[in-house]
């Protein structure tokens, strides 16, 4: 496989994989409101160029490198994700999980 091709592969794996963290996102905090209509584009946006970045610098790497770029760009989009999920009348996506950490932690 050429890297035209790896590269096609991996920004649609990644469209994917941003998709299903939205529709996770939604599932777990439903009350998004108008504002996914503009910042839900914007996530995308953010994330694709984050890995097309990506695809840039790790193209002449070697495989460990290019795992631990990969993984980190991963994490850096879920937050990006997380921190910019719109949130209607609830407390950010952010706050949410920490509660939960909180209450998790907490627990006897």
Do not use: H
């Not at 794996?13 to 009350?31: D, H, Q, R, S």
């Not at 994330?47 to 193209?59: A, P």
């Not at 937050?79 to 999980?97: G, H, L, S, T």
């Amino acid at each position: 496989m050429n890297n035209k091709t790896i590269n096609t592969f991996a920004i649609l794996a990644l469209i994917v994989l941003l998709t299903v963290e939205i529709k996770i996102f939604g599932n777990l905090f439903p009350w998004t409101g108008l504002k996914a209509i503009i910042v839900t584009p914007m996530i995308y946006g953010i994330c694709i160029s984050i890995s097309i970045l990506g695809i840039l610098i790790t193209k002449n790497n070697t495989y460990r490198i290019r795992i631990t770029a990969w993984i980190t760009i991963f994490l850096i989009n879920t937050i990006i994700a997380a921190i910019m999920y719109p949130q209607e009348f609830r407390p950010p996506v952010i706050k949410q999980i920490k509660y939960t950490f909180d209450v998790v932690n907490g627990f006897e």
